[in-house]
């Protein structure tokens, strides 16, 4: 087994510790998403295109002005994740990647949607799912 690869196996099994052991100790479930900061040829505007093919919608739908639900769900899937597999981008960063708009509405979106999966809302929950297993695989990509 290279180095490499060994370094992965180690921090994939820190990782599902750490999952288990916030488990245990608040009873609420996460999940710790690894993504190797050497992995410069992913790009968060990549992930936005990612998620919203995954959902069958165009990437331009981030930085739609209206509010359907469809929409509001995309873009809290999209801060959520970017600032998980993207640690160091900044919201105003995020904000401008969904039309401009203010660095509050990128907290909100956070929030709202770790609320939506606390509470195990069906229809976000779905779709949740199905973007994390297509981020995924995009990651797995060379």
């Known amino acids: 087994m290279s180095t490499a690869t060994a370094q992965i ?3 994939r099994h820190i990782a599902r510790v750490a999952e288990q ?3 245990v100790k608040t009873g609420m479930r996460f999940t710790i998403v690894l993504c190797p900061s050497e992995s ?9 295109h990612i998620i919203a093919t995954s ?8 930085r739609m002005k209206g509010r359907p ?8 899937l999209g801060a959520l994740l970017l600032r998980r597999y993207f640690p160091d981008i900044r919201l105003t960063q995020i904000a401008e ?15 709202r949607a770790n609320k939506l ?3 195990n809302d069906l229809v976000f929950t779905t779709k ?3 973007v994390i297993k297509m981020i995924n695989q995009w990651i797995k990509e060379q």
Request: charged residues 20%; proline residues 2%; glycine residues 4%.
């Open 69 to 76: 639900r469809e929409v509001v769900e995309l873009r809290f």
């Open 9 to 11: 196996a180690t921090a």
């Open 97 to 111: 990647l969904f039309g401009g708009q203010d660095h509050t509405s990128v907290i909100n979106a956070v929030s």
């Open 21 to 23: 052991q916030i488990k």
């Open 128 to 130: 949740y799912n199905h």
């Open 55 to 62: 959902l069958n919608m165009s990437v331009d739908s981030f």
């Open 117 to 119: 999966l606390e509470t």
């Open 40 to 48: 410069t040829k992913k790009t968060p505007k990549q992930m936005l």
